[in-house]
């Protein structure tokens, strides 16, 4: 919650002790002038001396109550200025700090008191060669103009707090953007190298635990699965690579990024899914080529169908079925029989949350889950016509 502009203001000038000292000094001048002029302007008899000069050091002394007590000591100061024009310059002063610092109809109150005590000071003190009216007049254009000034003064620095406390919440705001951007970025990147390495890392790990439990295959086959699991390897390489590519600030060498699978990489990921000992059907009817992003979003569902079929039930059959037209949309089913056996592959458990947000994003809805005796993965994506 901001602070209210008056009480900064108010603050900031009682903190300040060179203010403070250098407008008692301004008042203690500006009082010893009024009180030269006084004594020596023609016509006036017996000037009370003694009491223009206390009444002006008293003035003088409560300007620091000013910057306290604004009211209080504007009222107090009116009186005097009642009693002596030493005290005029410092009560002139409070009607301008009140206007500055308080509503405007408390200060409009403390305006009217300086000017009745003026007024009350020319009845009985009368200006040389000045009339009671025009000095009643000057009088009050004098506080009003004060009164003016003070609260013009007030608008002003109620704007200036204002701006910066709304520039103080657009940088707030700024760096949350920024923070949650850096979030949503990392999650991305999280998601990115998970759907790239769960489903590489699971065929080496499928084909590592063939060389492990099989130490009698033949050397062709031993042979044939090492490389395997080298070209495995190097191939995740090559994929971390590409995801982290993101993260550099120079482009790749050619200026494009590397592109995402699809549809296209369907066939291959079967393939890899085959080789490792995985019994897979997959049919795939689609009446032509679904957008980019579709066809993107479902290479990663089967890929983590396939993944998650391989790390919890790596001996079941998997059913993937793919179909799907223009305006009615693609449907993704990936199945698996229940009987979860111990493979050791680890598992984060993001994979089925960021494949949500993938389908959720392209506008899909997505289902996983038990289903009777098998774990059913299905998804529907949108195909405009």
Do not use: C
């Amino acid at each position: 919650m901001s602070a209210d502009p008056r009480t900064v203001l108010m603050r900031r000038w009682r903190l300040s002790g060179w203010t403070v000292g250098a407008t008692m000094g301004a008042m203690a001048v500006l009082s010893a002038w009024t009180l030269v002029g006084e004594h020596n302007s023609p016509g006036t008899t017996t000037p009370p001396l003694a009491l223009d000069v206390a009444v002006g050091l008293a003035a003088v002394a409560l300007v620091p109550f000013l910057f306290r007590r604004p009211v209080a000591a504007a009222v107090v100061l009116a009186a005097l200025a009642a009693v002596a024009p030493t005290a005029t310059p410092p009560s002139t002063a409070g009607t301008y700090v009140v206007g500055r610092t308080r509503r405007l109809p408390t200060a409009a109150v403390v305006a009217v008191v300086g000017f009745a005590a003026h007024v009350v000071s020319g009845l009985w003190r009368p200006v040389h060669g000045l009339s009671f009216g025009w000095w009643t007049v000057l009088v009050l254009v004098a506080h009003a103009a004060l009164l003016a000034a003070g609260a013009l003064a007030q608008a002003r620095g109620a704007l200036l707090v204002g701006l910066a406390e709304r520039a103080r919440n657009a940088e707030a705001d700024r760096d949350r953007q920024v923070a949650e951007a850096v979030a949503a970025e990392r999650t991305r990147i999280a998601r990115e190298m998970h759907d790239v390495l769960a489903h590489r890392l699971s065929l080496l790990a499928t084909y590592a635990g063939a060389l492990e439990y099989r130490p009698d295959a033949s050397p062709e086959r031993l042979a044939q699965a090492a490389g395997v699991v080298r070209a495995g390897v190097h191939q995740a390489l090559e994929e971390v690579r590409d995801v982290v590519g993101v993260l550099r600030d120079d482009p790749a060498a050619d200026g494009v990024p590397p592109p995402s699978p699809d549809l296209g990489q369907l066939d291959g990921l079967v393939a890899e899914a085959r080789a490792a000992g995985g019994d897979v059907d997959v049919v795939v009817e689609l009446d032509g080529d679904p957008p980019g992003m579709v066809g993107r979003t479902v290479y990663r569902l089967v890929q983590e169908g396939l993944t998650n079929a391989r790390k919890h039930a790596p001996t079941e059959p998997v059913r993937v079925r793919v179909g799907g037209r223009p305006g009615a949309g693609v449907e993704v089913t990936v199945t698996n029989p229940l009987r979860p056996v111990r493979t050791g592959i680890p598992g984060s458990g993001t994979g089925l949350v960021g494949l949500t947000e993938r389908v959720r994003i392209v506008g899909g809805r997505l289902e996983h889950g038990p289903d009777g005796a098998e774990f059913r993965l299905s998804a529907w994506l949108p195909w405009p016509p």
